[in-house]
C-alpha cells in the first residue's frame, strides 16, 4: 500500500549546524503532492513546505526541500539550525484520495 | 487564514462515557477530518467527510462515530469510551485535496479513565 517512512524517531542537532529530516514514500499514485508540517509544543500541525513539482526546490522559513520521484524521497534541510525550530515534523503525501498520508513523525531538537 | 475551532479543549470522562468532540470552520472548506495523535504514532485518521450529510471511514474508524451536520460542523461521537481512546484529537479542513493543505485546530485532549 501506499506509505510515507521517516527514519529517525529524534534528531538532535547542535544550534548553527546544518540539519536533514528523511522522508521517502511509497505510492501507485501518478499525480502527487508532498507537505512537511510542522508541529511546534502545546500547538497544531501547520504547513511549513508543499510541492507538488519533480526535482524542483521549494523554500520556505529557512527549510527547503525537493521532491525526487526518481529516488522517492522529498527530505527536509536547513543549512543553519535554531533553538526556535525544535518541533515535531511530519513528511505527508497527497495523492488521488481524499485523505493525506502522514509519517510517523521526527522531532528535530536543536541544542545550544 | 484558515480558523479551525475545537470543543472542549480538555475532557475526562470514564470507562462507558458518552463524548462528543465538536468541531467548527469558518472557511467554507469543503473536507473535513479527525484525527488521533498518540507518541509513536503519529497522526492517524478516525473520520472524514466532503461535504454536510457525507462520512467517510479512515483508518482507525473502531469505536469510533461522526456526523457533518453542516459545511462548518463536523462531530466525533465516542458512545462507549474506552481508556485506549484517551488521546489528542485533531480536527482539520481543507478546501480541496491534492495541492490544498489542511488546516488544523487547536486539539481536544481527552482522558478517559
Known amino acids: 500500500g501506499d506509505s510515507v517512512t521517516q527514519t529517525e524517531g529524534l534528531v538532535t542537532v547542535t544550534e548553527g549546524l546544518p540539519v536533514k529530516l528523511n522522508c521517502t514514500y511509497q505510492?501507485?499514485?501518478?499525480?502527487?503532492?508532498f507537505f512537511w508540517y510542522v508541529q511546534y509544543l502545546n500547538e497544531a500541525p501547520q504547513v511549513l513546505l508543499r510541492s507538488s513539482t519533480d526535482n524542483k526546490r521549494t523554500e520556505h522559513q529557512g527549510f527547503h526541500a525537493t521532491l525526487h520521484k526518481s529516488s522517492s524521497s522529498f527530505h527536509l534541510q536547513k543549512s543553519s539550525a535554531q533553538l526556535s525550530d525544535s518541533a515535531l515534523y511530519y513528511c505527508a503525501l497527497s495523492g488521488n484520495t481524499r485523505k493525506l498520508i502522514f509519517g510517523l513523525g521526527t522531532t528535530l531538537q536543536v541544542q545550544p | 487564514e484558515a480558523a479551525v475551532t475545537q470543543s472542549p479543549r480538555n475532557k475526562v470522562t470514564v470507562t462507558g462515557g458518552n463524548v462528543t468532540l465538536s468541531c467548527r470552520q469558518t472557511n467554507s472548506h469543503n473536507y473535513m477530518y479527525w484525527y488521533r495523535q498518540d507518541t509513536g504514532h503519529g497522526l492517524r485518521l478516525i473520520h472524514y467527510?466532503?461535504?454536510?450529510?457525507?462520512?467517510q471511514i479512515g483508518d482507525v474508524p473502531d469505536g469510533y462515530k461522526a456526523t457533518r451536520t453542516t459545511q462548518e460542523d463536523f462531530f466525533l461521537l465516542l458512545e462507549l469510551a474506552s481508556p485506549s481512546q484517551t488521546s489528542l484529537y485533531f480536527c482539520?479542513?481543507?478546501?480541496?485535496?491534492?495541492?490544498?493543505?489542511?488546516?488544523f485546530g487547536p486539539g481536544t485532549r481527552l482522558t478517559v479513565l
Open positions: 467527510s466532503y461535504g454536510a450529510g457525507n462520512l
Open positions: 505510492t501507485t499514485y501518478l499525480t502527487i503532492a
Open positions: 482539520a479542513s481543507s478546501e480541496g485535496t491534492g495541492v490544498y493543505e489542511q488546516y
